[in-house]
């Protein structure tokens, strides 16, 4: 597994990292998600992203990687990156999810205790909330690092203006931005459009990308339909038939790109995020063993020329 600094911190992180948001929850069957886990950190991706509210139940991902945690990985906290976030609505009531410091503070305790862990590498806001002042979400981080809750703070789905503040304000607070998590894939440029990147490379602040598969969107699958089994078929899945719908002829464009060139269609998705140098990590999802080592297998694949970057920006240009 290579690993890349993120921005220009002391941190490295494995090209790719492991998310819980799916396939991880109560619903799924922990023996498979015990040894997903544990196959991801033995091809070294020692990055495991979670959520307060990943499940489902909400919390319940958090619940399984703790068990793992106690089980397996106790001896190896320090070969491991963990992550967490707080923000969207996560309990019932008025603290269940905004940019409180009442929901974020609680909100890390709780998934500390669920994780088995007395700290995590990084804590993020999930998202940006409008109708609180910044000045108080960014002091809850503050708090999660100088308490010793967390080692280093983040920020998602931040709009780019409002990003730029927030990393001002942590930084007056003497905490810098370690990372930040957008959506990013052949699918979903927007990052790449409204200058996130650039900006993130310049300030020297790390990127880890997420569903670069576009939740399985980059990969064969809905070519001729929406399979059983699937995370668009799943009732609790967070894509929707139409998603797929509505892209099928772009999906259909890129596979065909991607098979003239004789590189699988999802390990070009999971290359292509990687060719641009302000991406630390690409931060997939998996629901096999094999879709995890097949991800994995992507980082084997020959780089990608400008004449199939071309052919990429033709059919979903940024
Ligand atoms: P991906 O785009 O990597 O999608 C993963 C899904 O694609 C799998 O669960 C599987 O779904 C399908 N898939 C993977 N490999 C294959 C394959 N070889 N062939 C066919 N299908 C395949 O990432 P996710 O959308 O899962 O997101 C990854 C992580 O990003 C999350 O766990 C979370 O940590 C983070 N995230 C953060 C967000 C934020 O707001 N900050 C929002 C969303 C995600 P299937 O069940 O259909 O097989």
Redesign the pocket.
């Known amino acids: 597994m290579p690993y890349r600094r993120c921005g220009d911190s002391g941190l490295l992180l494995p090209e790719i ?7 991880f929850g109560r619903v799924d069957d922990f023996a498979e998600s015990r040894r997903m886990l544990c196959r991801a950190f033995d091809r070294g991706i020692v990055h495991f ?3 307060n509210n ?1 499940g489902p139940p909400p919390g319940s991902a958090e619940e399984t990687f703790g068990r793992v945690m106690r089980g397996d990985f106790v001896c190896h906290r320090d070969e491991l990156v963990i992550s967490t ?1 707080a923000g ?1 609505l996560m309990w019932q009531g008025p603290y269940g999810g905004n940019g409180s410091r009442k929901h974020l503070l609680a909100s890390l305790d709780q998934s500390l205790k669920r994780m088995k862990l007395d700290y995590v590498d990084v804590f ?1 806001s ?2 940006h909330d409008p109708e609180t002042r910044l000045e108080e979400t960014m002091s809850a981080l503050a708090t999660a690092v100088n308490s010793g809750r967390a080692l280093h703070a983040g920020l ?2 931040y709009p780019l203006k409002v990003m730029k503040k927030a990393v001002k304000l942590l930084a007056g607070m003497g905490v810098r931005c370690l990372i930040y ?3 990013y ?1 052949m699918l979903q440029r927007s990052c790449e459009a409204d200058g996130v990147l650039d900006w993130l490379d310049d300030q020297g602040i790390g990127c880890i990308v ?12 809905y070519l001729d339909g929406i ?1 059983d ?6 009732p609790d ?3 929707q038939p139409g998603h797929v719908e509505s892209r099928i002829d772009r999906i259909r464009a890129l596979a065909a790109i991607a098979s003239q060139h004789g590189v ?1 269609l ?1 390990h070009l ?1 999971i290359q292509w995020v990687l060719r641009h140098k302000a991406v630390t990590s ?7 063993m ?3 080592d ?2 994995i297998d992507a980082l084997q694949s020959p780089p990608l020329t400008d004449e199939l970057l071309a052919a990429i920006d033709a059919v979903s240009p940024a």
């Open positions: 990292s492991l998310g819980l948001w799916h396939n992203d979670l959520a990943y976030k969207h993020y999930h998202c998602s789905k998590q957008p959506p894939s997420f569903s670069p598969l576009a939740q399985g969107m980059l990969t064969p699958k399979p089994g699937s995370r668009a078929a799943r899945g967070f894509l699988p999802q998705a690409a931060l997939i999802g998996a629901r096999t094999a879709q995890l097949d991800a």
